[in-house]
């Protein structure tokens, strides 16, 4: 039987858009570890809370499951719209400029070909 850790990194600041941006270029790597080798290389605001969660559930499978780093593949990376907070700016005439500040919800699977203890 195959184990499944784990991580959510919820209410993150940046636009979901820009984050599926980044998750999408790291989603062909199955290895946990390249994807955060390779995170810690792209110019992105949204690579720094993508690595954290990949990095938490590393930390989950590690120190609650006990299974080893090495045996860990990445099944499932999610990225889903959180809510926006509604903010604006006055301008001009009387008017009113909506800004949305929108965040992210950040979901990482993985799974382990190890048993549980071994």
Do not use: C, W
């Amino acid at each position: 039987m195959n184990m499944l850790i784990k991580a959510e990194q919820k209410y993150v600041r940046i636009s979901p858009i820009k984050l599926r941006e980044v998750a999408n270029s790291v989603r062909g790597l199955k290895s946990p570890l390249k994807m955060i080798e390779y995170l810690e290389f792209v110019p992105k605001k949204a690579s720094v809370p993508l690595a954290k969660a990949i990095k938490q559930a590393i930390a989950n499978a590690k120190n609650n499951a006990g299974l080893s780093i090495d045996s860990l593949i990445v099944k499932e990376l999610a990225i889903s719209q959180g809510p926006t907070y509604k903010r604006g700016q006055i301008v001009a005439r009387g008017r009113f400029h909506p800004i949305v500040k929108k965040t992210s919800h950040i979901r990482v699977i993985l799974e382990s070909t190890e048993k549980k203890g071994n």
